[in-house]
């Protein structure tokens, strides 16, 4: 003869993780709510960057909240911002690099004199080297000349 399980009920559920059944209705249709919120969002969000393919996600929230308002979403950016993240919607970021050094280029290179020699004290050798600064117009030389023994600035 089979052994026959206990029936449990919800109210059981309920009491054993201390929730209350309303409670648990309650979140069981707002996952359902948010779900479907989810997936309108995300076909809004196609749809715009299929138009425009790199945008943001802020200015894509602000497309997106007349749409939004339209099917009764609620939706912030931070939300906006993990719900993309968690689909792999989100548009990274392009560092604008300056081009630096071309070693490749026709005219004459020199070869470096300093390979054999070992400093043992400051002011034997002294190197120099050009940086970038980026400003809001563009970018700034700054060129250093510096000890290569003790690293320090000296021009």
Request: positive net charge.
């Amino acid at each position: 003869m089979r052994q026959k399980w206990p029936e449990y009920t919800l109210a059981d559920f309920c009491a054993l993780f201390g929730v209350s059944r309303q409670a648990y209705y309650l979140a069981h249709h707002k996952a359902a709510r948010t779900s479907i919120a989810h997936m309108v969002v995300l076909t809004l969000v196609s749809e715009f960057r299929a138009a425009v393919p790199m945008l943001g996600t802020r200015k894509l929230l602000h497309l997106l909240i007349p749409e939004m308002e339209k099917h009764k979403i609620k939706m912030g950016r931070d939300i906006l911002y993990d719900l993309l993240r968690f689909h792999g919607l989100l548009i990274r970021r392009r560092r604008r690099m300056v081009k630096t050094t071309d070693s490749h280029h026709w005219l004459r290179k020199y070869p470096n004199l300093i390979t054999h020699l070992s400093l043992s004290a400051p002011e034997q050798l002294w190197v120099s080297d050009i940086t970038y600064i980026r400003t809001l117009e563009s970018f700034s030389y700054l060129s250093l000349i510096t000890d290569a023994y003790s690293r320090k600035i000296v021009g």
